[in-house]
């Protein structure tokens, strides 16, 4: 833990969590950090909520922590949002849900490194799925995310599930209040925040740290338009976000987002929300009576908008429909990869590895270097000491999949400059190699 701690101000908009409330509290008073503000914003709830939270205020107080609770008419998540953002006074700011919860070092984590590294305005983290199947018992899923180097991009937070949320990040408050965050956030609206959060912080391009750690567990619980069935939800769903996205872009200062920046991107935004509703017809229940149209107009975005030579067919798009879309998705939002030097495998020895690597044979991402700790320095080498010789042409393929060994090589390839991406991502590379048409047009 670092030596020294800025304030930390956790916002937590509440509405009828009562079944979950008291597990969240819980994970925040486990935190490995002393200097936390907890900002409750109980929005109107008809259930037990507030009490569960009443009945932590003395423990939150025996931890040290100053707690605010704000008793507010039920005015939707925006409005408790923002409730909440104007009452912090930290050097840090949090914004999670109250049916999640937090990993002990979710704050010293991220919080610390900002702490510690003045030039990066905000980190990210990845997280775990807790749902529970059918016969209910309780599972966790990791969630390993890619994203760009240090700029989380206007394209990358467009072209992406909202599921990437605000929840996974810690920011600098000086940086929110550069972004103007709290004065320009939209509260008219029922659907998601995320755009009143994210288009601010996108548009100002501050620094990123992304730490591979998961730390937020992120409940799954069939509640809330988000769990929605039906491809009829959904659009409606994606319809009221595509709108708080041009809302916010209109609320932006004229110098920092063009007008022709403001078009490509709303061009993006349109583009991705006919991707997403394609992609929930795969599974809704209503989902095969949409298709047709979606798989239409889709590929109309993406063939002419794109100016693709040759179009990706129909064909393509019936048979091969994930790909097709992880492969545009690729070509817009930042993370297309160009093998023009080594492809570097490493921690090629294990199980891992000896599973996956014959995916990439005959691709231009097949292996040149194989590189493990316990090579034999002849076929595989042991990584160098020095690792300035890694260059931006470089890309290296991890392996591992324990979460200890993850941390441990993250650690030592933290400075270099090469393009990482784990196994768990051969997918995007093998959509890659399918449509290299995409690679023309990587904007």
């Known amino acids: 833990m670092v030596k020294s701690q800025g304030k930390v101000s956790i916002v937590i908009p509440c509405y009828n969590k009562e079944e979950y409330m008291g597990e969240l509290l819980d994970s925040v008073i486990a935190q490995k950090w002393d200097n936390i503000e907890l900002i409750l914003v109980n929005d109107g709830s008809t259930d037990a909520t507030l009490e569960v939270i009443k009945s932590y205020l003395h423990k939150l107080e025996n931890r040290g922590f100053k707690t605010k609770l704000i008793n507010q008419k039920n ?5 408790a949002v923002h409730t909440g953002l104007l ?44 749902y529970k199947n059918i016969s209910g018992e309780v599972h966790r899923e990791y969630k390993r995310h890619r994203w760009p180097k240090e700029e989380y991009t206007m394209e990358f937070f467009l072209c992406n599930d909202p599921n990437k949320a605000a929840w996974a990040f810690v920011t600098r408050m000086d940086y929110i209040r550069k972004c103007r965050l709290i004065e320009t956030f939209y509260t008219d609206t029922k659907g998601s925040y995320e755009p ?93 009576s949409e298709q047709e149209n979606l798989r239409q107009t889709y590929l109309t975005y993406v063939n002419n908008w794109l100016s693709l030579t040759p179009h990706i067919s129909y064909k393509d798009i019936c048979d091969s429909p994930e790909i097709v879309m992880k492969a545009s998705e690729l070509a817009i939002n930042g993370l297309w990869l160009k093998p023009n030097r080594r492809i570097i495998g490493y921690g090629v020895l294990g199980k891992n590895a000896q599973s996956q690597m014959h995916t990439l044979k005959g691709t231009r991402f097949e292996l040149t270097e194989l590189w493990d700790r316990a090579g034999d320095g002849i076929e595989v080498k042991k990584p160098p000491a020095d690792l300035n010789e890694l260059t931006e042409e470089d890309i290296i393929i991890i392996f591992p999949a324990k979460q200890k060994a993850m ?36 904007l």
Not at 408 to 432: G, P, R, T, V, W
Request: with cysteine; aromatic share 16%; net charge negative.
């Open 75 to 79: 005015g939707g998540c925006c409005k």
């Open 407 to 442: 941390d441990e090589i993250y650690e030592l390839f933290d400075n270099c400059k090469a393009n990482m991406i784990h196994a768990n991502f051969i997918s995007d590379i093998l959509a890659q190699e399918r449509y290299p048409q995409l690679e023309r047009v990587v």
């Open 87 to 130: 009452q912090v006074t930290g050097d840090y700011l949090a914004v999670i849900d109250a049916d999640d919860e937090l990993d002990s070092e979710y704050v010293s984590c991220m919080a610390g490194f900002l702490e510690q590294n003045c030039k990066y305005d905000f980190c990210t983290c990845d997280h775990y799925i807790v």
């Open 196 to 288: 009143s959060f994210f288009i601010s912080l996108c548009a100002y391009k501050g620094r990123m740290k992304h730490i591979t750690k998961p730390l937020y567990f992120y409940r799954c619980n069939g509640e809330g338009l988000s769990q929605t069935n039906t491809v009829k939800e959904k659009t409606e769903y994606w319809k009221e976000y595509h709108r708080c996205v041009l809302v916010m872009f209109d609320r932006l200062d004229k110098n920092i987002v063009s007008k022709y920046e403001r078009k490509y991107y709303e061009e993006i935004s349109s583009f991705f929300v006919i991707k997403f509703l394609l992609a929930v017809s795969l599974w809704a229940i209503d989902g095969k």
